[in-house]
C-alpha cells in the first residue's frame, strides 16, 4: 500500500466483503498516482497531475482512499471554499470503486462529508453526468438534491446535473424571548 506499481493501478472488479477494506486519510505523493488513475477512469475531462496535486496538498484532510488487500479500489478528493459570500461550499471528485454493492464509495462520501460538517461547511456541490446513474444514484443516497440542470456541461457535450446537499444549521434556534408578532431567530 505504501508504493504505487503497475498492479495497484489496474483496477478490477473486486470480489470482497466490507470488513476487508481498509479506509485511509491522504497520506501523500505515493497516493497521486492511485487516485489519479482512479478518477481519471469516471471523469471525461482529464485534470492534469497539477490540479490533483493543488487538491490534495491545501485539503489532504477531505481526500481518503480505499484498499482491499492492499491495492486502491476507490477514492474522494475534495476541495473546500467560499462561494459568493454566502456559504462554504465544497466540490467532490470521487473515483468509483468496482466493488459495487459493497458500500465502499458510500462509506468514502460519509466520511468526506462528515469532515466537511465538523469544519464548519454549510453545504456540498458538486456536478454529475445525467448519464451517470451510478454516481448519481450514489449521490442519491448520501442526500444530494438536483439542484440545476446544466445543458452541454461536459466537453464531450454531456449534460450535467448540479447536485447540493446542504447542512442543518443547529446553532440556529428559535428564541423564548419573542414576543408574538414576530419570528426571533438567534445566530
Known sequence: METSTKEDLEI??????????????????????????????????????????YFVYLWPH?????????????????KMGDHRNVSKRIHCH?????????????????????????SGCEEVTLESEVTNKGALALYG???????????????????AFWLKLRFPRPELHLSSAC???????VI
Open 94 to 118: 470521487v473515483g468509483c470503486d468496482k466493488a459495487l454493492g459493497k458500500g465502499i464509495a458510500t462509506e468514502l462520501g460519509t466520511r468526506s462529508i462528515k469532515v466537511m460538517m465538523e
Open 141 to 159: 443516497r448520501l442526500g444530494f438534491i438536483r439542484a440545476k440542470r446544466l445543458f452541454h456541461y461536459y466537453l464531450n457535450g454531456v449534460d
Open 62 to 78: 477531505l481526500s481518503f482512499l480505499a484498499f482491499h488487500k492492499g491495492k486502491c479500489v476507490s477514492t474522494v478528493v475534495c
Open 12 to 53: 478490477k472488479k473486486v470480489d470482497c466483503d466490507a470488513s476487508e477494506i481498509e479506509y485511509v486519510s491522504y497520506g501523500g505523493e505515493h497516493h497521486l498516482p492511485l487516485i489519479m488513475n482512479l478518477v481519471d477512469q469516471e471523469l471525461s475531462e482529464p485534470y492534469s497531475i497539477f490540479t490533483y496535486r
Open 179 to 185: 414576543d408574538g408578532t414576530h419570528l426571533c431567530i
